[in-house]
């Protein structure tokens, strides 16, 4: 078992370095090329394993997944030979110490229960859009204005909704975002991140997994494996009941919880952006903030 376990977190990392070497240019290491047709997309392992100081055969066996104790030296040489960001070296040493701890059992899913105060607090920060989501982006809790402000999530049952299925498979979603192809890199950047340390987590995989399924969107940026790229904080909004409207998004993860985060939208008041709020706010079916599990979860 544990060496079923240890293989499967080795290879998670292998999957992580390889897509990093291929989306890595020789010109952007500093590599002079030659005028030869390159096979390989991005480095060559041999030239990987040089800039990081390593052997060849010794970076295969970390790519193919079967070494599994690279030293913090080696994961700070690699991530410098691949020009890696503080946010992709992290998830670097994350994906290692997580190979070397050969984990036996997949963990459980989260909890999705919200708390009663989380509920009372979405109602008072009307009328702007707040929700709660969980760490693999399902809407637990949400106030008018928080469900109403995705055009269409309310088609679906309560379930059903979840952020990055949505993105990916509501009909509406790409009229909804001005930006929807940066809104979708950075929803798949974050589900990577996640679940590169927790692959096996149910409430990711079973996400992931209908999601490479149904949308050749999310099968594309899955296999670039790229963990960083955070959604910007203004969000403008083509939305079908009150037109035009951009706003500012904040994320606040809730202490004590699961992974769970407070999703909130805010516009300057006396603004058009806020008057349009406030009329998503006062068109929205007229209920206390909802839960997933008081729509039957």
């Avoid at 040089?50 to 079967?66: C, F, N, P, W």
Wanted: charge should be neutral; glycine fraction near 8%.
């Amino acid at each position: 078992m544990a060496s079923d376990s240890a293989h499967s977190e080795g290879a998670e990392l292998g999957r992580y370095l390889r897509a990093r070497r291929t989306q890595t240019s020789p010109e952007q290491v500093g590599l002079t090329v030659g005028t030869g047709i390159r096979r390989t997309p991005g480095l060559r392992r041999e030239e990987l394993a040089t800039l990081a100081g390593i052997s060849i055969d010794y970076y295969v066996r970390l790519e193919r997944g079967k070494e599994t104790r690279p030293s913090p030296a080696v994961l700070d040489s690699l991530a410098r030979a691949l020009d890696m960001d503080d946010q992709e070296h992290h998830h670097l040493r994350e994906l290692a110490a997580r190979a070397a701890r050969y984990a036996p059992e997949p963990p459980p899913a989260p909890s999705r229960t919200v708390r009663p105060h989380l509920k009372l607090l979405l109602d008072a920060l009307r009328p702007n859009p707040a929700y709660v989501i969980s760490r693999s982006m399902d809407m637990l809790a949400w106030n008018p204005g928080g469900l109403a402000l995705y055009a269409g999530l309310d088609d679906w049952p309560a379930k059903h909704r979840n952020l990055a299925r949505y993105l990916f498979l509501h009909p509406q979603a790409r009229d909804l975002f001005t930006d929807w192809d940066r809104q979708i890199t950075a929803c798949v950047a974050r589900l990577r991140a996640i679940a590169g340390t927790a692959p096996d987590a149910p409430d990711l995989t079973n996400l992931v997994g209908e999601l490479l399924l149904k949308s050749p969107d999310f099968a594309g940026l899955w296999e670039r494996y790229e963990v960083t790229g955070r959604k910007p904080t203004h969000k403008t909004f083509q939305h079908p009941q009150v037109g035009t409207l951009t706003l500012t998004s904040q994320s606040l993860h809730v202490e004590g919880t699961p992974g769970q985060r407070i999703g909130v939208y805010t516009a300057e008041p006396g603004s058009p952006d806020h008057d349009a709020l406030r009329l998503l706010d006062l068109t929205a079916p007229a209920t206390a903030p909802q839960s997933a599990a008081q729509r039957g979860m």
